[in-house]
T-cell receptor, first 113, second 114 residues
């Protein structure tokens, strides 16, 4: 069984569109995250939620809006997509607020044309 | 902000040799350090971790060394195998601007030659 699953795996869309990425974890973890990986493989944290509450909100454009309906799900909605949003987005979860290993999904490759 | 960095972006080793991947971190308040392995098309996968009250920890074929004096972290892989080819990331967890965060280094790509 997949521990952290995110959909879709690939997302190709045009500039200006709105899209969502979904993430679910079945590990019983309290904390979930979104990371962005650029073309140089650099991983940068975007958001983290603990028990449905936002605890980290990095300097991310407000076009990005995370939503956590329950502690097993953390979705990412992106409005008015721009070329620079093209990247691989990873969802992750952990037992505590990061003081334990992160478990990552396999990523969503977003391409904005 | 502070960041975690790696000395070498790529490392090429012969199958059967030992590999050493180095990492320098800058946050002296970091308390927890982790190594991840990322294979093509997949998310980073936990390999081994170490807390700041330790200087060495061993796993199966992997060893992590922590030198807090010079803020240096290394991952040693014994008898490197083709399946070890991947990108390796060090990460540290500790207080940062905006709260406690796991910050990743830039990654080192390991090539294993048969």
């Amino acid at each position: 069984d997949t521990a952290v699953s995110q959909t879709p795996k690939y997302l190709v869309t045009q500039m200006g569109n709105d899209k969502s990425i979904k993430c679910e974890q079945n590990l019983g973890h309290d904390t979930m995250y979104w990371y962005k990986q650029d073309s140089k493989k650099f991983l940068k944290i975007m958001f983290s939620y603990n028990n449905k509450e936002l605890i980290i909100n990095e300097t991310v454009p407000n076009r990005f809006s995370p939503k956590s309906p329950d502690k097993a799900h953390l979705n990412l909605h992106i409005n008015s997509l721009e070329l620079g949003d093209s990247a691989v987005y990873f969802c992750a979860s952990s037992h505590q607020d990061g003081n334990s290993p992160l478990h990552f999904g396999n990523g969503t490759r977003l391409t904005v044309t | 902000g502070e960041s975690v960095g790696l000395h070498l972006p790529t490392l090429s080793v012969q199958e059967g040799d030992n590999s050493i991947i180095n990492c320098a971190y800058s946050n002296s308040a970091s308390d927890y350090f982790i190594w991840y392995k990322q294979e093509s098309g997949k998310g980073p996968q936990f390999i081994i971790d170490i807390r700041s009250n330790m200087d060495k920890r061993q796993g199966q074929r992997v060893t992590v060394l922590l030198n807090k004096t010079v803020k240096h972290l290394s991952l040693q892989i014994a008898a490197t195998q083709p399946g070890d080819s991947a990108v390796y990331f060090c990460a540290d967890w500790g207080p940062n601007t905006g709260g406690f965060k796991t910050i990743f280094g830039a990654g080192t790509r390991l090539f294993v030659k048969a």
